[in-house]
């Protein structure tokens, strides 16, 4: 029973960890030249969300 409990998390994070890795290395290949406009739509994101924080 502990070992059944054990394993499904540890398998679950190793997923996570291979899409989040996947996913990192499709950003780079597909969105390198649009690297900067994608940052600043986030940065802008990130204020509009602190804005509404502060509100």
Same mark, same amino acid.
């Given at each position: 029973?502990?070992?059944? @409990?054990?394993?499904?998390?540890?398998?679950?994070?190793? $997923?996570i960890?291979? /899409?989040? @890795?996947?996913?990192?290395q499709?950003f780079?290949?597909f $969105?390198?030249?649009? /690297?900067?406009?994608?940052?600043?739509i986030?940065?802008?994101?990130?204020t509009?969300?602190? /804005?509404?924080?502060?509100?």
């Amino acid at each position: 029973m502990g070992k059944m @409990g054990k394993n499904p998390p540890i398998l679950l994070l190793m $997923f996570i960890t291979f /899409l989040l @890795g996947f996913l990192y290395q499709l950003f780079f290949a597909f $969105f390198d030249g649009r /690297l900067n406009r994608i940052f600043l739509i986030i940065n802008k994101i990130i204020t509009i969300n602190k /804005l509404t924080i502060y509100l």
